[in-house]
């Protein structure tokens, strides 16, 4: 069994051997037989591409000489256009180099012609100088023959009228420049006339229109210093045993009280016009109450005081709203108040304040400015007065450092410093507000002085304008607003007069003190007087 196995599995490992084998030898002739249809074929597909090759060799050498032809044909035509072109332009640029030969030649022409006619003219004018040289040479000669002529008449009419050369020369140009200022004179004074003519008349338009609508009270109010009495028993109450009564009086108002003979009157003197008022209400009072007596006194001069100072304060207010003005400081209200028992020559300076801001507003609103700046600037223009008895300096300059400290705007501080013409007018404000003082102050019945300073201003009025060269009389006319002034006519004429009314105006503002405005009225009048005999 196990041979015949052996035997059995030997035969079938040869077979498949030898199957292995012929499959082998058929693999192997495949190969080779596809390897030789391989070669056919890819010697059949070179042949082929070769053909191609040759073929499109040939092709391309046909085209390359086709294009070369093309190309040199090209060649050819633009080689021929660009030798017509250069022909062309040289032919064009042959024309015009002749063109221009042509017309250097003209001007070559023209230039000669030139040079001879300026040969001529050199030649000319050569023959001119000469002859000019002659006429000088003459001219000379017979300018020195008239110089010495001159010189000779000269000394003749220097012998004959007794003047000097320079002596006539001047005197001509003193009879000249005369002659010339006289016209000056004339043209000034036409100009002057026609420009205050226009002026007056818009002026006296516009003050009129202020003046017409402002209704302020004209009556000046005077603040009196006298209390009247019952009776003249009153007196010694009032003065006390031993006096204590009015010396406690006088102690607690700071006013002196008069007690002489003058009947049922008692006068209080004191430059304070608010003490001076407290003073007066208050004896006012004692003398109602009938008890008085030191304590007394004290008590009541106290109480007056209070009231007073809210009536003063009141009284600010009520101008301050009366003019229709907001927004001032509480201390300037209160020194506002006080004006009401401060006067200037007679006039209330409260009621004065009032009127100026009035006046001032109404032109303002008329020349269309600022209202309220001009109600407020005449409404505080004299707060000065208030304190002038108290500090030292001029209203003007007391009302400035009030409102500075107070912090009023530059434009009101300039109202109150231009009011009096202290310093030049910033704005128009300033100017309304001065012109509003004036007419307030200047105004038939606003203002009196006492009668020793009247004459004395009048004095000093007609000595000033008499102080002036060719002034015969002067007289002070209209309670000392007008001042007439008689000139001698051989002296002064009818010009010189116009300069020397300037120049009397100029010294009296510098030199005077006065409400309102002074007219200077200068008269030349020439008389020719003849006896028939």
């Not at 249809?37 to 070769?50: A, D, I, P, Q």
């Not at 600022?370 to 000065?384: C, E, F, M, S």
């Amino acid at each position: 069994m196990n041979i015949s196995n052996s035997l059995l599995l030997l035969s079938d490992g040869a077979f498949i051997g030898i199957i292995v084998g012929v499959a082998v030898v058929v693999g192997a002739i495949c190969f080779l037989v596809g390897k030789t249809v391989t070669e056919k074929v890819r010697t059949g597909k070179l042949n082929s591409t070769e053909n191609e090759i040759a073929k499109m060799k040939e092709e391309a050498e046909q085209e390359c000489k086709a294009l070369k032809k093309e190309a040199i044909l090209e060649a050819k035509e633009q080689d021929l256009k660009l030798r017509n072109d250069f022909e062309r332009e040289t032919k064009e640029k042959r024309i015009e180099l002749q063109k221009m030969e042509q017309r250097l030649a003209q001007k070559d022409e023209v230039l000669n012609k030139r040079d001879s006619n300026l040969l001529k003219k050199n030649e000319e004018l050569e023959q001119q100088k000469r002859e000019l040289d002659k006429k000088v040479a003459n001219i000379n000669a017979k300018q020195e023959k008239i110089d010495k002529e001159y010189e000779s008449v000269i000394a003749k009419l220097e012998e004959i009228s007794g003047f000097t050369k320079e002596e006539a020369k001047r005197q001509l140009t003193d009879s000249i420049l005369e002659e010339t200022r006289r016209d000056v004179a004339v043209q000034v004074r036409n100009l002057e006339q026609e420009a205050k003519d226009e002026a007056d008349r818009k002026a006296k338009d516009i003050i009129s229109l202020a003046i017409q609508k402002c209704c302020t009270d004209h009556a000046s109010e005077i603040t009196v210093s006298v209390v009247p009495l019952p009776n003249d028993d009153m007196k010694a109450r009032i003065i006390g045993r031993e006096g204590r009564n009015i010396r406690a009086l006088e102690n607690a108002t700071g006013i002196e009280l008069i007690v002489d003979d003058t009947p049922e009157v008692v006068i209080l003197s004191g430059f304070d016009p608010v003490r001076r008022e407290v003073a007066r209400i208050a004896l006012e009072k004692l003398i109602s109450d009938g008890r008085i007596h030191p304590a007394r006194i004290e008590e009541t001069v106290e109480k007056v005081r209070k009231e007073l100072d809210a009536q003063i304060k009141e009284t600010g207010e009520s101008a301050m709203f009366e003019v229709g003005l907001f927004g001032i400081h509480p201390e300037l209200i209160k020194l506002l108040g006080r004006l009401k028992y401060r006067t200037s020559y007679g006039q209330n300076v409260l009621q004065h304040s009032i009127e100026v801001a009035y006046l001032a507003g109404l032109m303002a609103a008329e020349l269309g400015v600022d209202v309220n700046l001009a109600k407020r600037g005449g409404l505080l223009h004299d707060i000065g007065k208030s304190v002038d008895h108290e500090v030292e300096g001029t209203h003007v300059t007391i009302g400035v450092d009030l409102a500075k400290k107070y912090k009023e705007s530059k434009n009101v501080i300039n109202c109150i410093q231009a009011h009096h013409g202290d310093v030049e007018p910033k704005c128009i404000e300033a100017v309304l507000v001065q012109a509003a003082d004036a007419i307030s102050g200047a105004r038939p019945g606003a203002r009196r002085e006492t009668s020793t300073n009247y004459i004395k201003r009048l004095e000093q009025l007609e000595t000033i304008s008499s102080g002036f060269n060719g002034v015969e009389k002067a007289y002070a006319i209209q309670a000392g607003r007008e001042i007439r002034v008689m000139v001698k006519p051989e002296q002064i004429d009818d010009n010189q007069a116009m300069f020397l009314a300037k120049d009397i105006a100029k010294k009296i503002e510098s030199e005077l003190e006065y409400p309102g405005q002074i007219k200077v009225n200068v008269i030349r009048e020439w008389r020719c007087v003849e006896y028939a005999k």
